[in-house]
């Protein structure tokens, strides 16, 4: 098997103990890999955004798997992905733009607003859940309740 960048990277983390999942793939718990990949112009991109970003408690930094990324490690409760690329945005950096980098993005953005919602959400009572219901529908007009009174109902 050829040697290449990527490969020598996994090599690497792994000889150190660190873990280094795919960053599009599924990811458990709140720890999150994720990387941030600019475009190819302006040149240097990568190394004012890496001074930027290593300024943040909390971020973890590594050369990404291409040469224009950066990978990041951090927990969902501390940053999230869209938060550093909107900040690195209004910072006059460029992102890669290829629809599939987009579509990446959309969908790591909706998982991880959706994990944030849950997490500060309060947790429903799973035991009791049903009499809930059951006492909705008890109070909600429906086709088994009729309020003629029985003396007044004409039996067909």
């Not at 150190?16 to 720890?31: A, E, M």
């Not at 040149?43 to 004012?48: L, M, S």
């Not at 008890?138 to 003629?148: N, R």
Request: charged content about 30%; overall charge neutral; some cysteine.
């Amino acid at each position: 098997m050829r040697l290449t960048p990527e490969r020598a990277r996994l090599i690497r983390d792994k000889e150190r103990g660190l873990s280094r999942p795919h960053p599009l793939l599924p990811q458990t718990g709140t720890r999150k890999h994720r990387e941030i990949r600019f475009a190819k112009l302006p040149p240097g991109q990568v190394e004012r955004a890496w001074t930027l970003l290593s300024c943040l408690e909390g971020l973890e930094l590594a050369p990404g798997s291409l040469p224009y990324g950066i990978a990041l490690w951090y927990e969902v409760e501390d940053h999230t992905l869209e938060e550093l690329e909107a900040a690195l945005c209004h910072e006059g950096f460029h992102l890669e733009c290829s629809l599939y980098n987009k579509l990446i993005r959309a969908l790591v953005y909706y998982s991880e607003d959706t994990q944030l919602r849950n997490m500060r959400g309060p947790q429903r009572l799973i035991k009791k859940s049903h009499e809930v219901y059951s006492k909705a529908w008890e109070h909600h007009p429906h086709g088994d309740h009729d309020d003629t009174p029985p003396e007044l109902r004409v039996d067909r």
